[in-house]
C-alpha cells in the first residue's frame, strides 16, 4: 500500500476562510532538490494525494519525458490519474523532494490560479532545508511563490524564469517555467528546461531503461 501524504489534521481545520497545507511535505533524506510551489489546488481537482495532482498538469509528464524518454510514463490514462507509487519511487531514488512556500492560504476565487492566494500563514523554509543535508537547490515554477522565497531570504534579485540567485551557504533558488498548460511555452520546450535543471543538481547514475536521460 502506498504511503498516504495527506495532512489530515489540516484538512479537518480548513473552513471556508482558511484553508491549511493539505499535504505533508515529501522529504527525501538523499535530496538534492526541492521544489517549493505556492499551494496544491482545491481537491476537487485532484487526481490523486500527492503533489502537482492534477491531471491537466503536466509536471509529471515532464519528468517522465525527463528521466524515462516518455511523457505517459508516470500516466495512468484510463483512469485519468497518475502513478503514485512510480511517482513516490522515482523521487525517492532520484532525490527529488516537495512542499510549498504557504501552509494556509485564503482562496480569493474559486479557482487554482495563484494571483487569487492570499497567503495567511508563510512556510518555514530553513525547517525543511535543515531536514535535507545534501540540498543543493530550491526550485519553483510561479512568480508567487519565487516571490515568496526570495522575500524570505531577503534577496532582491528575483531571477527570470531558468535564471538562478544565491540564498545562503551554497544553496541556489532556480526558477522553472511553470508546467501548467495556461503558461504559453511549448511542451518540449519546457521538458528541455527542466532536463537542464536537474543536470544540473542530480548525480548522473547507471540508467535502469535505455530511454532515461538521466
Not at 2 to 24: A, C, M
Not at 38 to 52: A, E, L, V
Not at 105 to 130: G, Y
Request: contains cysteine; hydrophobic residues 35%.
Amino acid at each position: 500500500m502506498t504511503q498516504s501524504f495527506l495532512n489530515t489534521g489540516n484538512i479537518k481545520r480548513s473552513n471556508g476562510d482558511t484553508e491549511y497545507h493539505p499535504l505533508l511535505p515529501f522529504l527525501p533524506h538523499n535530496a538534492s532538490i526541492l521544489f517549493l510551489g505556492s499551494f496544491p489546488p482545491q481537491r476537487k481537482r485532484w487526481c490523486c494525494d500527492f503533489y502537482y495532482p492534477n491531471f491537466i498538469n503536466d509536471h509529471w509528464r515532464i519528468e517522465g519525458a525527463v528521466f524515462y524518454g516518455d511523457k505517459e510514463h508516470f500516466v495512468d490514462r484510463e483512469r485519468k490519474t497518475f502513478r503514485l507509487p512510480d511517482i513516490i519511487r522515482h523521487c525517492t531514488e532520484r532525490g527529488i523532494a516537495f512542499f510549498d512556500t504557504a501552509t494556509a492560504v485564503h482562496r480569493l476565487r474559486d479557482n487554482a490560479s495563484d494571483k487569487f492566494l492570499e497567503v495567511v500563514q508563510p512556510t518555514d523554509i530553513r525547517s525543511l532545508t535543515l531536514q535535507l543535508p545534501n540540498l543543493k537547490a530550491v526550485v519553483t515554477t510561479g512568480e508567487k511563490a519565487t516571490e515568496t522565497i526570495c522575500r524570505y531570504y531577503g534577496v532582491d534579485d528575483i531571477p527570470k524564469v531558468n535564471g538562478t540567485v544565491l540564498l545562503e551557504d551554497g544553496l541556489e533558488l532556480y526558477r522553472l517555467p511553470s508546467s501548467s498548460r495556461a503558461y504559453p511555452l511549448a511542451f518540449d520546450k519546457k521538458v528541455e528546461a527542466y532536463r537542464r535543471m536537474f543536470d544540473r543538481y542530480l548525480e548522473r547514475t547507471p540508467s535502469a531503461s535505455s530511454n532515461s536521460l538521466l
